[in-house]
């Protein structure tokens, strides 16, 4: 388990239901998911940078030159804009009886889901004003965008993705997701990269998964421990937040109340480290 002490108030001011210390479900096997073999990846920090340690990060984006986070926390769910690192040029509230979750810009439209309350909020990207609110069913806790097919993916807190209609915001199916055959649960903040790829942060854990949205199955674990010393993670929550830099193979990340935010590459983890792994 990531969290320091205090993880319990920590939960509960992130929202999420506890959980014992285990990563997976491995007794929930799948009957179809092949046991493909999983690239084992670590963090190689390239810049560190201020974040704001009040924000209880649960959605993280770049598009168009802006970085977008989406914070939680009933009377404190907000979605804000703008510079990487710097103050936020934009910011825009939910109502105290909403919980913010993840977000995802789909050209125009900016799309918040939240947590338990079963409404999606559409927003302007650039203004962040609200435009409508849309009713789903079920836990909302990570969004992003697969400009592929243009598609929304959602994530519940379980092992299951939703795709979504990025107008409607209506399902349009669902993928379970695996890894060496086994269910693997508590998918949280998601960041849709490349045609076909999903990164998503394993609640209660400093690992995040690479996922084939066309089978389901995971092909890369990248271990993101360490990103902040121990005295800064005597505040801090879990990891929480991945934005991958458009034009780059590099990514963002950041976690509930986190002092900072990194820009890192995800690279080969050889079982050593060296001096400039870390900043």
Excluded at 97 to 121: C, K, S
Excluded at 162 to 188: C, I, Q
Excluded at 211 to 225: L, N, P
Aim: contains cysteine; charged residues 20%; proline residues 5%.
């Amino acid at each position: 388990m990531s969290v320091a002490t205090g993880a319990v108030v920590l939960l509960l001011l992130s929202g999420h239901r506890a959980c014992p210390p285990g990563l997976e479900d491995t007794s929930a096997a799948s009957s179809t998911g092949r046991r493909l073999p999983v690239e084992q990846l670590r963090i190689k920090v390239l810049q560190s940078m201020p974040h704001d340690p009040r924000a209880s990060t649960q959605g993280l984006e770049m598009a168009d030159g802006r970085l977008y986070e989406s914070t939680g926390g009933y009377g404190e769910s907000a979605v804000t804009a703008g510079p990487a690192g710097k103050a936020p040029t934009a910011r825009a509230q939910l109502p105290a009886l909403m919980f913010g979750e993840g977000i995802t810009v789909a050209g125009p439209t900016l799309w918040q889901i939240t947590w338990r309350d079963g409404i999606a909020v559409e927003r302007d990207s650039r203004t962040l004003a609200e435009r409508r609110r849309v009713p789903y069913t079920g836990e909302g806790w990570g969004l992003c965008h697969r400009r592929r097919d243009n598609r929304l993916v959602m994530s519940d807190g379980s092992a299951r993705l939703t795709f979504r209609d990025p107008v409607t915001f209506a399902s349009t199916g669902t993928l379970t997701v695996t890894e060496y055959g086994h269910a693997v649960l508590w998918l949280n903040e998601l960041e849709c990269a490349g045609p076909h790829t999903v990164y998503a942060n394993v609640y209660w854990t400093d690992r995040i998964v690479r996922i084939d949205t066309r089978t389901g199955t995971v092909t890369g674990s990248i271990d993101a421990a360490g990103l902040l010393t121990r005295a800064e993670r005597q505040n801090a929550g879990v990891l929480n937040g991945i934005a991958a830099i458009p034009g780059t193979d590099e990514f963002l990340l950041t976690g509930k109340l986190w002092p900072k935010m990194f820009r890192v590459r995800f690279v080969p983890d050889t079982g050593t480290r060296s001096s400039d792994d870390r900043l």
